[in-house]
């Protein structure tokens, strides 16, 4: 009796947990669906529901928050200034946190902690552990979708929105989509196709069979037979994939690394072979240790052989559930057989084995996978072909749109795809890292299928680009814009009954400027030094793009010989109480003081900048100083002036922050 009282109870729990559609039978209904839990499914999510939109977040695993929870907390940038919206109030959240104005730098259970802040806030309706499998569309339209949890479920949706990495939904949804490397001939680029290049690359002379010198002794594993296909050639192959490692120093939150599962010590061979040829000083030779706060790191690639897992990838943007998984459990095994081999292996030189021997998982992060990151870095799966393809002349500034949603800046950047046999040594294929180019805008069009496509479906994570210009815009940051865009869109579309190809994107654009947090809040004012209607320059200026918060800054290099100023002056929409800050890049013998004064409008307040006093963290060029908080009147009245008085070293005036309190 007792166990039938037990069965009953647990019976109950595991209805409660089913959603209510489920239980019922009936088919789910909303205004916006949005499938792919990932940093960009919250924030398209989260904006939707401020929109005041019905809205269903669909998440096919258990994770929530993709990479930027999964252990990518060295953020990818390029430029902050293309870092918009809730994107940005994600990362002053994060400072919030550490206790900064914001902060790119930051560990797992903290970006957690803070999506769970926006899903929290919202209410959202999140469905975890239902996977697609099937889309039914009627006259161009996505009608219903099908999702499998503990039964099939229908889903049935105004608008949809896919967030996922691998853009599941966009696929069975029949719109065209690639996977791989265009030839450079396709879109006249130059940095597509097949890439061997310099950067994460072995040195000549390693040797690629088991017995050095005996091609019948086999190849090593790792590396293909292939043959190499000329430079710029396209195919089908992928970048590779790996795991974010999130380890940490401090015995008293450390678990030691232990052998893995599937553990084989000969797939790490080719690593002696090139510290043979190359001896590492530290760890940081071959793996790229960035350190997170509280005595943490985001270990990513580095080096000719390290956390990926090259060519091991490419079934799995067709893969089924079951092959993906198998896919994900195989980089696993690899990167953590790679830590224990390091730690281990007495081939290894002994001072780097007692450094990895420092080094363990995290007690308080990932605590219900095994304190292992559940998110794969699946860089690249498949892309849309959508209305407009964004290309190596975009990145580059070549060519321009009109109807931008978004921003990117970073570097064009692919990692390795193959490893081959070249002139009978080991070479890394695929790897491409170009940059020099400020923040350009990203299409609309770009996140839409083709006319007659699909009328009703957004996709801007796998959205439609070359590979080499996906290099660029892939990064969790412009993901979460994008998605803010998305469901920007995906709400006008619905109040205007049209298409998303017919959505009016200035419209868009707009209501992205003056409801940038999708809360009715006020804006903050950001004058940067290329907007002239509200930059006055007094002398000589140069002007540079190293460094820069935007597409430029102005420096002055006079050491104060000859008096100069940049004045910075806002248009306040409404008087009240903000708290002003100036961008002040890092550069080389930098002005050791810099001298600003801040007039609100009744009397000019002296401030200086002491360079010293700014610590710059993350992949980000500098930092925003805090210069005061001052009641300004509406209108053109008050002003932020820099100059280079008594400076002992180059000064920069570059871009001004208003930030209503």
Same mark, same amino acid.
């Given at each position: ?58 998440? @096919? ?7 930027? &929870? ?180 401090? @015995? ?193 069009? !770009? ?45 006008? !579309? ?19 400027? !003056? ?20 930059? &006055? ?112 070293? @180059? ?11």
């Amino acid at each position: 009796m007792i166990r039938q009282i037990k069965l009953w109870l647990l019976a109950i729990c595991c209805l409660l947990t089913i959603p209510a559609a489920l239980q019922a039978g009936a088919p789910k209904e909303v205004d916006i669906c949005i499938y792919g839990g990932t940093s960009a499914g919250i924030m398209a999510a989260y904006t939707a529901k401020k929109l005041h939109k019905s809205v269903l977040l669909i998440e @096919p695993g258990k994770h929530l928050g993709g990479l930027t &929870t999964g252990g990518l907390g060295y953020t990818d940038i390029g430029n902050k200034y293309a870092i918009t919206g809730l994107a940005r109030d994600f990362y002053r959240r994060i400072g919030t946190h550490y206790g900064k104005f914001e902060q790119w730098i930051f560990e797992p259970h903290v970006a957690s902690q803070t999506f769970d802040g926006y899903i929290q806030n919202a209410k959202l309706e999140i469905w975890s552990d239902h996977r697609l499998t099937s889309v039914r569309k009627e006259n161009g339209y996505i009608r219903e979708i099908t999702v499998e949890g503990a039964s099939p479920v229908v889903v049935r949706a105004r608008m949809f929105i896919d967030c996922s990495y691998e853009g599941d939904l966009m696929a069975k949804a029949g719109v065209s989509y690639t996977v791989g490397r265009e030839a450079n001939s396709q879109y006249n680029e130059t940095y597509n196709g097949v890439q061997l290049r310099e950067k994460h690359q072995f040195p000549d002379g390693i040797d690629p069979y088991k017995i050095p010198g005996k091609p019948e002794s086999g190849l090593l594993w790792g590396i293909s037979p292939a043959p190499l296909a000329a430079q710029g050639a396209g195919d089908k192959c992928v970048q590779a994939y790996n795991f974010r490692i999130c380890l940490t120093d401090r @015995p008293d939150n450390m678990i030691p690394i232990t052998q893995p599962e599937g553990y084989d010590p000969s797939r790490y061979e080719l690593l002696l072979r090139v510290l043979e040829k190359a001896p590492a000083k530290n760890l940081w030779g071959f793996l790229k240790f960035d350190l997170m706060p509280n005595g943490k790191t985001d270990i990513n690639n580095n080096g000719a052989f390290s956390t990926d897992m090259i060519g091991m990838n490419f079934d799995y943007p067709e893969a089924d559930a079951a092959k993906r998984k198998e896919i994900i459990r195989e980089h696993e095994q690899y990167n953590k057989g790679l830590l224990y081999f390091i730690g281990h292996d007495p081939r290894m030189p002994e001072h780097l084995r007692r450094e990895m021997l420092k080094w363990g998982y995290p007690k308080d992060e990932y605590v219900s996978n095994g304190h292992w990151s559940p998110q794969l870095y699946v860089r690249e799966v498949r892309r849309m072909v959508g209305e407009y393809v964004m290309t190596q002349a975009n990145c580059q500034g070549r060519a321009t749109v009109t109807d931008g949603v978004g921003m990117a800046a970073y570097t064009m950047d692919s990692h390795n795809c193959q490893r081959l046999v070249v002139n009978g040594m080991v070479k890394n294929e695929g790897d491409v890292q170009i940059g020099g180019f400020g923040p350009y805008p990203i299409s609309y069009r !770009a996140l839409v299928p083709k006319t007659g496509e699909c009328a009703n479906l957004l996709v801007p994570v796998c959205l439609s680009a070359t590979h080499i210009a996906y290099g660029s815009i892939r990064m969790e940051p412009v993901f979460m814009v994008l998605a803010q865009s998305a469901a920007t869109a995906a709400a006008v !579309a619905i109040d205007s009954k049209v298409p998303v190809q017919q959505v009016a994107v200035k419209k868009v654009q707009q209501m992205l400027a !003056a409801n940038p947090l999708a809360d009715n809040s006020t804006p903050e004012i950001l004058v940067d030094n290329d907007d002239a209607a509200h930059v &006055t320059l007094k002398g000589d200026w140069k002007k540079d793009w190293k460094g820069a918060y935007g597409p430029s800054l102005y420096l002055d290099d006079s050491h104060g010989s000859v008096p100069k100023s940049a004045r910075f002056t806002p248009e306040i929409q409404q008087e009240a109480e903000y708290q002003v800050y100036s961008y002040l890049p890092k550069l080389a013998n930098q002005a050791t003081v810099t001298h600003v004064r801040v007039f609100d409008g009744k009397q000019v307040n002296p401030v200086k900048i002491e360079t010293h006093a700014i610590k710059v963290e993350g992949q980000t060029s500098g930092e925003w100083v805090l210069l005061g908080s001052y009641r300004l009147p509406k209108g053109k009245k008050a002003y932020v002036e820099i100059s280079n008085e008594q400076a002992d070293g @180059p000064v920069v005036a570059d871009a001004l922050l208003f930030i209503a309190r």
